[in-house]
């Protein structure tokens, strides 16, 4: 019941945040969101905020279900923690992982649980190559990932991210972790057609396993569809060829779910989307829809046989957590029993797509992607030449962001491209409320960039 002001003041005091410098903090002072229900977030001042970026990607079924606050209150009565260590188990962790091994494709029918995408993927860093030394071939280590990814944020999951910025700080990557482009055909493709350019990205990745020897690349990681490197989708080329090499070069194929997965694409995972195999997937996120940490590594029969078989020396004090792992089997629950994911086919994504495409009309757009509910747009000061603005890169993409937070509208800028990733459940009514304030908030940027 503080003033919004006392409130800043004591934040910009005391609390750090991730990926902000204190300058900008300062610039406006943070908004204080207090409550949320749908798609609309209320801050401290009791404005209504659209967030079309469902959190960080994560808030699937959107805010404010009642349902999961009581599963959360429920099982802390009942058992509010004990372990998955050694051999001790608890119903919502077995519980989970026999629906996730339902609903994963294939033969992905164990999982291994942390708490967040970020310990998932230093999971799978240490399962593959544990994986590799079990089966006698200990220098099968390398794993290859792409530049510009975003894997999380501890020092593995970091290394296999390839973001420069990250990179610069703390001492990563660690050894032995490898990267190729992403196939960003908008911004890369030069005169290639997309097709061409898919292959020849996609053929990065046998010309880094002949360079590094096929005996030392242990795995492949990316996601379906990059999400936070700007919402890369890759031409329609590129998954079948990185399948291709991976099996030709017995590559185990890490698919990145932590945004995709539970629904984004249009499918329960990316990896259906783009019709891969892969042998382990990250899931996080959507999972819980955000309601509690939790996060996990669905993984292949084979490579889990293997595990098993030794003993990983690998584990969280909050691997499966009672409570987190409740709330995400109801998250499933209700994506399962309300169709959400029939409702993202049918109804939402098409739609979203089509006045997401749109926007090429407005003179600051060049390219608008989309898949499912995950969309971005190239800022350009000329489409026809795809260029880039004079501007330090992500200048106008932050003067749009700010545009939009000003009307009320979350959206999230990579360098010069906006990005959105709506709750799975908006509603038509709700989509035409984002464009005006997607249109409003262009059109000033726009302005602002001419004065
Ligand atoms: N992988 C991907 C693709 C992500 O987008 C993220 C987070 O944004 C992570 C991993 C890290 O997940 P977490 O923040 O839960 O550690």
Known sequence: HMPTAELQAIDAAHHMHPFSTNEDLAKEGVRVITRAKGVYLTDSEGEEILDAMAGLWCVNIGYGRDELAEVAARQMRELPYYNTFFKTTHVPALALANKLAELAPGDLNHVFFAGGGSEANDTNIRMVRTYWAEKGKPEKNVIISRHNAYHGSTVGSASLGGMAGMHAQGG?????????????????????????????????????????????????????????????????????????????????????????????TGNWFGSQTVGIRPHIMTIAKGLSSGYAPIGGSIVCDEVAGVIGNCEFNHGYTYSGHPVAAAVALENLRILEEEKVIDHVRNVAAPYLKEKWEALVDHPL??????????????????????????????????????RCFANNLVMRHVGDRMIISPPLIITRDEIDEMFVRIRKSLDEAHAEILR
């Open 172 to 264: 990563i990557p660690i050894p032995n972790i490898h990267h190729i482009n992403q196939p960003n055909w908008w911004a890369e493709g030069g005169d290639m057609t997309p097709e061409e350019f898919g292959l020849a990205r996609a053929r990065e990745l046998e010309e880094a396993i002949l360079e590094l020897g096929e005996d030392r690349v242990a795995a492949f990681i990316a996601e379906p569809v990059q999400g936070a490197g700007g919402v890369i989708v890759a031409p329609d080329t590129y998954w079948p060829e990185i399948q291709r090499i991976c099996d030709k070069y017995e590559i185990l194929l890490i698919a990145d779910e932590v945004i995709c997965g539970f629904g984004r």
């Open 365 to 402: 757009v060049g390219e608008a992607r989309i898949v499912g509910m995950m969309g971005s747009i190239a800022l350009t000061p000329e489409k026809e030449t795809r260029a880039k603005f004079a501007s330090e890169p992500g200048t106008i993409g932050l003067i749009t962001r700010e």
